[in-house]
């Protein structure tokens, strides 16, 4: 009865800032990082007396991070009441031990995951909310027999530099792939028994990813959608519940109403996106403690939801690659909030800056649509256009095109250039305004010379920029050549990739046939 749900990291290549209010629109690439859910019962059978009880059994495990905690639930009021913490050792690079405290009441507010937390509550009253009283007794007997959940998160979500330099290997791809998958957070015993793990991500949305895959893998478990087939209006229909409920699980979890991207594209995948209005969930935080969770998703089921969301992928021949400069992270609320007491303190010009923004960031989905209809139109041309460019620089590409339509393509790879490099240069600008790094001095070094390798169409600093990962777009092969250069630079090329593919089920646990011994083991007693 086990089902496995698994939803994508993102990249926003356009739409920084802009995505946060409508009708602006961003551009986010859903990549080959994913997380995963794993739900299945907890008890085969249910006890005579077990319809009786209005209370079921949670089980939250996360081997990465080595934890596991257990839950009461209401079925009544949907209210989870953590129990217990099981003693849990982790054995880390270096071959100590590191040991959690069995009871955990007093890291509770280390240890709790509100994301997956909500993720559960919310799935639950989803399906309280969407069934008859003719099914409700079937989900009843379902719920009495315990959730198991189990949440894992692909490598590229996290930073695991220190591994690798601790095992002595190169800042390159093939070391990265060396590392066991789902390997764990690397953790800090310096203080002692009781051990906090130290989460350096890469800025992949993380926690929307794995939002969406609890809830996809309970709404699916509990029968409210059907993910095993993949097209048709009713399996749009099922994602759309699941974007509900990713959307207000997330938007609860953190607190805020974001933009709302990284949940989208970790629904439905890559494509164009423009926000929803908040109102649709922000109503429901005000009612959120005066009426039943019930009442209030279902409120929400039938809000109107504002969002768009356009396909859009890379054009053929083009790869997305990320690379980890090892500079730290950044915190994407405190820039969020920099950058809007600049609106409200310079209305005039943060207003222009935004137009210019957003005209850039127009011409740039322009070109990278006109180069998708290239390749539809005219394959062969195209193909020969990308692979002889994708061996120089920028400056000698106009060499490699002798006909109209290669001189054409080649023309619209450096409108979508030009446009990054507006894009870039008004961010810079918007940072300056309000004082904060959105793209720092040290990943402008990085990105200049990036975009002037061969085969780099487009370098950029994703989303909020900073100092989290920074993106490239490159032509045919050359992506190869690129990570060679980034380590020489000490930056890490992560293994991440496009793939438009959304939230999906899967047919088996992803730890399946994968060796899991290397740089951690677990054991829980």
């Known amino acids: 009865m086990a089902v496995i749900a698994s939803a994508p990291g993102k990249v926003l290549i356009t739409g ?28 085969d059978e249910l006890t005579p007396n077990s319809c009786l009880w209005s209370w079921t059994d949670l089980k939250l495990t996360s081997p990465q991070m080595g934890r596991e905690a257990i839950y009461k639930m209401s079925l009544k009021h949907f209210t989870l009441q953590c129990t217990s913490r099981h003693h849990i050792y982790i054995r880390n690079l270096c071959g100590s031990i590191c040991i959690i405290n069995k009871f955990w009441y007093v890291f509770l507010s280390e240890s709790r995951n509100p994301f997956v937390e909500y993720a559960v509550q919310y799935a639950v009253a989803a399906a309280y909310a969407t069934f008859g009283n003719d099914k409700k007794d079937a989900l009843q007997k379902l719920l009495l027999k315990g959730f198991d959940i189990t949440i894992l998160g692909g490598n590229d979500f996290y930073s695991y530099r220190n591994e690798i330099e601790a095992r002595g290997l190169p800042l390159t791809p093939e070391s990265l792939a060396s590392l ?25 949305g993380s926690s929307a990813a794995m939002t969406t895959a609890v809830v996809a893998a309970l709404l699916n478990y509990l029968g409210v959608v059907n993910l095993s087939s993949s097209s048709g209006a009713q399996y749009q229909e099922n994602l759309d519940v699941v974007h509900i409920i990713a959307q207000m699980a997330h938007c609860i979890a953190q607190g805020k109403v974001g933009s709302g991207f990284d949940v989208s594209s970790a629904v439905y ?13 922000s109503s429901a935080q005000n009612v959120i403690r005066a009426l039943p969770l019930e009442e209030v998703v279902s409120d929400v089921l039938k809000g109107k939801w504002e969002h768009e969301k356009t396909k859009f992928s890379l054009p053929p021949l083009m790869n997305l690659l990320l690379g980890e400069p090892g500079t730290g992270g950044s915190s994407t609320p ?23 923004l957003s005209e850039a960031n127009t011409t740039l989905e322009a070109q990278l649509n006109l180069l998708s209809k290239f390749a539809e139109e005219y394959w062969e041309t195209y193909k020969a256009v990308i ?10 590409w106009r060499e490699q095109a002798s006909e109209t339509i290669s001189q054409e393509i080649v023309k619209t790879l450096f409108g979508a250039r030009d446009a990054m490099l507006n894009i870039r240069f008004h961010m810079r600008e918007m940072g300056k305004a309000a004082g904060i790094p959105i793209e720092p001095e040290s990943q402008t070094q990085l990105l200049d010379a990036t975009m002037n ?27 190869q050549h690129l990570s060679k250069a980034w380590s020489s630079h000490n930056v890490l090329a ?32």
């Open 16 to 43: 920084g800032y802009l995505v946060l209010e409508r009708p602006n629109a961003g551009i986010v690439l859903s990549t080959n990082a994913r997380f995963y859910a794993i739900v299945k019962p907890i008890y």
């Open 180 to 204: 066991p998958p789902f390997s764990s957070i690397t953790l800090n015993s310096s203080s002692g028994e009781s051990c906090k793990p130290e989460v350096a991500k890469t800025g992949l």
């Open 269 to 281: 995948g890559s494509h164009r996106y423009v926000r929803f209005s908040p109102q649709v969930i």
């Open 334 to 356: 405190s820039m969020v909030g920099a950058v809007k007491k600049w609106q409200k303190s310079d209305p005039q010009n943060s207003s222009n800056t935004w137009k210019q």
């Open 387 to 396: 692979y002889n460019c994708s061996m120089y620089q920028s400056e000698k």
């Open 453 to 479: 390798m061969p085969g780099v169409l487009l370098a950029g600093v994703p989303g909020a920029g900073g100092f989290d990962a920074v993106f490239a777009v490159t032509l045919g092969d050359s992506g």
């Open 494 to 525: 992560l293994l991440v990739r496009e793939d438009p593919r959304g939230v999906s089920l899967e047919n088996a646990d992803p730890r399946t046939n994968q060796i899991t011994s290397g740089i951690s083991s677990i054991s829980i007693v």
